[in-house]
């Protein structure tokens, strides 16, 4: 079955070190985002990508890195530039290119990775 | 920049009819989508408001005003299954991806 996986689902992290979440999607989609999750905060957009090889920011990129060497793969990295980084991570995908406006209202979320910094 | 506006809490009855409301307020405006989340789970899809009107997908409709800058999502005979997180969302400026609002958390009781 076509969909998106994340790992790992739990991850605690001490203080100053970097964790890098993994998100792989076999949906043949071309556009992937990453969202964190925080209580009574809704869905905040970190980084998202339409193409291999290019990523935009999105409003809350400070601490956070990704790559995209891959249509299928999208890590993120959380920094230890990142003051505040327990929280839920959602990984998602869209059909962009094929139907630019559409496609792109249509995500498909993979089951979150969730960080603790202990 | 984008902002979207809905409440916080809806509580209802099991069989009942629940309206959430979203307004919002974006530098360019591509439509209205909703999304569902149950407790530790995944967002997913509800449906897309493109054009004004109602759109009905089963129990679920959705609802879009431009003129009003406002939509909703209509649940009608709400099972407890339906108790979840609601959320509005809408493209940014350049189209490429979605702001979500901060959801609103309908508790459906027996």
């Known amino acids: 079955d076509g969909g998106i996986t994340q790992s790992p689902k739990y991850l605690f992290r001490k203080e100053g070190q970097n964790v890098t979440l993994s998100c792989e999607q076999n949906?043949?989609?071309?556009?992937m985002y990453w969202y964190r999750q925080d209580p009574g905060q809704g869905l905040r957009l970190i980084y998202y990508?339409?193409?291999?090889?290019?990523?935009q920011k999105g409003d809350i990129a400070e601490g956070y890195s990704v790559s995209r060497e891959k249509k299928e793969s999208f890590p993120l990295t959380v920094t230890s530039a990142q003051k505040n980084p327990t929280a839920f991570y959602l990984c998602?995908?869209?059909?962009?290119?094929?139907?630019?406006?559409?496609?792109?209202?249509?995500?498909?979320f993979g089951a979150g990775s969730r960080l603790t910094v202990l | 920049g984008q902002s979207l506006e809905q409440p916080s809490e809806v509580t209802a009855v099991e069989g009942a009819i629940v309206q959430i409301n979203c307004t919002y307020q974006?530098?360019?405006?591509?439509?209205l989508s909703w999304y569902q989340q149950h407790d530790g789970g995944a967002p997913t899809f509800l449906s897309y408001?493109?054009?004004?009107g109602l759109e009905e997908t089963g129990r679920f409709s959705s609802f879009l005003s431009r003129s009003d800058s406002y939509g909703y999502l209509l649940l009608q005979e709400l099972q407890m299954k339906d108790s979840a997180s609601y959320f509005c969302?809408?493209?940014?400026?350049?189209?490429?991806?979605?702001?979500f609002g901060k959801g609103t958390t309908l508790s459906v009781s027996s």
């Open positions: 998602a995908s869209s059909p962009y290119r094929a139907a630019p406006i559409e496609g792109a209202n249509v995500l498909t």
């Open positions: 949906l043949n989609h071309d556009a």
């Open positions: 990508s339409q193409i291999v090889n290019d990523f």
């Open positions: 974006t530098s360019g405006f591509y439509g």
């Open positions: 408001n493109a054009l004004d």
């Open positions: 969302a809408a493209l940014n400026q350049a189209g490429t991806a979605l702001i």
